[in-house]
């Protein structure tokens, strides 16, 4: 990965000063003025990073830092003074100043120096390309979170999978032996003992910012309530077997003793507390909320900027969204013709690649013929189409436990983990199949998210802020679908049926763009997606027709389609982030590609790339800003 120059290491080709040509030399002596800058800039996402990590031990743990509370922390008296720091961050960076020296346009020609706003007269769109980056993120975040927190949209917010119940509830469930890798002692027992402990106070928290929220008229669904709702039902049983003594599940040998006494105290008590969580959800939150799905346009505007780092006119996403998934269907449809002759569809395509189980595999080999996936990619890719950095290595592909996902995790040098794309299948999957999976594959690893997040997660010129806790959903999820597109643009996917998992894969995106948009910010139904099976048939999204629209459109188990269907209902924008991610990253190549043939020089994508992953993870506006 090409790096930007580290303050105070040697100038390039290890040349002294003197030896350097005076343009040279006036080049450096600019960028060596923005060092006060880009210090300030460094301190103040650190101290943002700590804001973050005193909150949240989830946090604190990816970044090493302290945190002050063993359960997130979201209850009003937290939200304030992150509000209040947050704010005071924001001035701070706006306050920090440019170089005094700066009155013309020095050194513009280098390109890490290159005015991304041309014209605008801001003195920051000279500034060497780290510096400007770092500035500009950090006001669209902060800007974005005190947004979210000021609406009292933060405090509302609750659903199945991302809320902060489950923050709480991941940290209440995990064991000492669930640890991967670790071995029980009693110095782990009696951190549990405390997380217990810890639990009335977090879940009281939760409860009062939703109430505070709810005063101000900013409610979650009622569908999402309900479900929580039943969540806490099933954590509070946990709990209370826990109490009991109960640990069931291999390997969880509970202390005796004290220990042993402590431990089912403070499980009793958490279990109550979560109790008392689930009747005020049913009893007094539910009946203030709206039937209606989704969010609201308003609210969901917020949300966009929180996922995506931009704003977008939904009117015209929603229709772009529905002529792409005419014309992935028209790809299916062509490919199934091409392969089972005219006449032929997407569906009896997909039949005809699942009708020979010998052609699939188990779940069990799935990990080796996934590895050998992403060593071919590594390959093909790295040192070719981007760089990477040194420690970085090759991704490792692992089992997870039953569920049916997969996802990816940075590496963790302290640990010796590299990075690791994680897949699990649901109970009673017994054939999984190749031209699926493949595309899935190279989305998580590489040249997807591990030669791009898991690249950042090591990069010594991005803050520790950066790294960890400043990522944007639509850039990482973006730079992953696009790197399916790399996939075949290097013959990575260049059989039809594994072309055909890619378009199905990306329908599967397009539909999830049309429910997001249509059930949150209220859009009218489409015709097409109204007059399918089982669809509500009025011009509001319910549940039955987002039901319909994903059922229609992908080939998914029962229970992960309702899983699916509770994601999308409770996680505003989320369904936006792979497909308008991959538009910006589209769209920057594109500026670029012009751009070089204005100078009629040939694009050179490796650069390109190398630049792209160098920003971290922004938000698209400052994205398509700088890759353009």
Known sequence: MARAQRPGSPPPGGLSVQDQAPGDRRRDSWKDSWGPARARLTDLAEDYARLLASQDPAAAEATGLPSRTLLPDVGPEALAERNRVERRLHQLVRAVETPRSLTGNHGAKDDDARDSTPGDGDPWGRAPLAVRVLRAHLLERLGTSIDLIESADQGAELNILTSPFQGVRRRLITLPTDLPGSTSSVQDWADLVDRYRAAPRALTGIRDSLAVSAAQGV?????????????TDDLARILASQARGDLSGGGHAAPGGALGRDLQVAANDAAQAVSDLGRYLRGELAPLTPVREG????????????????????????????????DVVAAQDALAAEVLGTGSRAGDLDAHLRADPSTGMSPEDFPRWAQGVADEA????????????DGLGRPTVLLDTPGGGVHYEEPEPSRSLSG??????????ETVWPWAERTTVLHESVPGHHTHSGAQSLDPSLTLWQRYLGKVPGCNEGWALYAERLAIETGLLSKPADRFGWLAARRWRIVRVLVDLGVHSWLPVPAEIAALPGAGGGTQWDRPTVE?????????????????????????????????????????????????????????????????????SVGLDLLIRELG
């Open 219 to 231: 409610l979650p669904p009622r569908g999402q309530v309900e479900a929580v709702a039943r969540q």
């Open 295 to 326: 969010v609201g346009p308003s609210r969901h505007a917020c949300w966009v900027r929180r996922m995506l780092g931009t704003s977008i006119d939904t009117a015209e996403v929603y229709q772009w969204a529905r002529q792409e998934l005419v």
């Open 378 to 389: 590594w390959d093909a890719v790295v040192g070719r189409l981007l760089d990477v950095p």
């Open 420 to 429: 690791r794309v994680l897949r699990s299948f649901a109970v009673g999957d």
């Open 548 to 616: 319909a629209a994903l059922r229609a459109h992908t080939v998914l188990g029962e229970g992960f389609l309702q899983f699916e269907v509770d994601k999308q209902l409770g996680w505003p924008a989320q369904g936006l982030a792979y497909m308008l991610g991959e538009r910006v990253w589209l769209a920057g190549r594109e500026r670029a590609q012009h751009r070089a043939e204005e100078v009629r020089k040939k694009l050179d994508l490796r650069a390109f790339h190398n630049r792209g992953i160098g920003l971290g």
